[in-house]
């Protein structure tokens, strides 16, 4: 992946700090990609039996994603440590790095079993301290992060990052393994796309969010598409426009999604692509984080969708 590395380090002002870290990231995505694409086949589908740090049953494949992608980053040395939505604490990998990548990386399990669209999400942030890395050190606001992106297994495998400026696209190229350069400076259309909501939870919504959201949908006219894996319906609202929401309910207080692992990254994405990206509280990116596996009310998409939902 040398010239992956080679072309997203162009791509903005941490780009050659943070493209080793990412092409590692995405080389061990093409082999958690060709794992989807068999796994029927091989019989990795279904749970561990085991349970993840949130209560959640870990499948088969969450636990196969997390440790190749902790193993592709044990390779590079400018990555101190990792924390993944799939390991209770911080791993720490270079002592001496320089660089904290949080990531989720199988999101969207509950679509696994029906050969349906996942992905991959990651946050690189800076390291300031040396040693052991202490989860304090991660506990980062968005705004301070050096790069975000994911890999969405779709009917194509994708690479989307922003490493601190524009939004750019990969798309995986299995005849010659490289990724090629698709989408460039991509920018959140300000009209039209979908919304995005699992809306069985109207009834549960704290905010008077189903009220909310049906003025929204008088006023903007949006059809809806919900897959269910955050990555499959964010990349979607990047490329056509729209909103994505997960509010609070009277289950989960607040929202299902983690800031960390999910919120921060694309609440950066979906900004620097001139969207916006907001929890109850105001800019995702703004939230200072108070724990590692924390999650947040999520807001995000096209600038005049999210506006018509909160205003
Ligand atoms: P996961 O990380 O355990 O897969 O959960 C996160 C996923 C998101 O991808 C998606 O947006 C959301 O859960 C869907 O939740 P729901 O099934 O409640 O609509
Ligand atoms: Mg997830």
């Not at 400076?185 to 919504?205: Q, T």
Request: with cysteine.
């Amino acid at each position: 992946m040398e010239s992956l590395a080679k072309a997203i380090a162009s791509l903005g002002p941490n780009g050659a700090r943070c493209a080793d870290a990412i092409a590692a990231i995405a080389e061990a995505c093409v082999s958690i990609d060709r794992s989807l694409r068999t796994a029927p086949i091989r019989g990795v589908l279904g749970t561990t039996g085991e349970t993840n740090v949130q209560g959640e049953a870990q499948q088969k494949l969450d636990r196969i994603a997390d440790e190749r992608i902790v193993q592709a980053l044990a390779q590079v040395s400018s990555v101190a440590a990792i924390g993944s939505e799939e390991r209770k604490t911080l791993e720490t990998l270079h002592p001496d790095g320089e660089l904290i990548v949080l990531c989720d990386p199988l999101d969207g399990s509950s679509n696994l079993d029906v050969a349906g669209s996942v992905g991959t999400i990651f946050l690189i942030q800076s390291r300031r301290g040396q040693g052991e890395v202490r989860e304090e050190e991660a506990l980062q606001p968005g705004v301070q992060a050096l790069a975000a992106g994911y890999l969405l297994y779709g009917t194509a495998l994708i690479l989307t990052l922003s490493v601190g400026a524009a939004v750019h696209a990969f798309t995986y190229d299995p005849e010659q393994n490289r990724f090629v350069h698709t989408h460039k400076a991509i920018r959140i259309p300000d009209r039209g796309g979908y919304y995005s909501v699992n809306e069985a939870n109207a009834p549960k919504w704290l905010d008077q969010m189903a009220e909310r959201l049906a003025r929204m949908k008088q006023q903007t006219g949006l059809g809806l598409r919900y897959v269910g894996a955050m990555v499959a319906d964010v990349h979607r609202t990047l490329l056509k426009g729209g909103i994505f929401l997960y509010p609070p309910d009277t289950k989960n207080p607040n929202g299902k999604l983690r800031l960390m692992y999910e919120a921060i990254p694309m609440a950066m994405l979906v900004e620097a692509a001139g969207g916006a990206a907001y929890t109850r509280t105001g800019r995702i990116l703004e939230v200072q984080p108070e724990a590692l596996h924390q999650r947040v009310p999520v807001y995000l998409g096209s600038k005049s969708a999210v506006e018509a939902l909160l205003d």
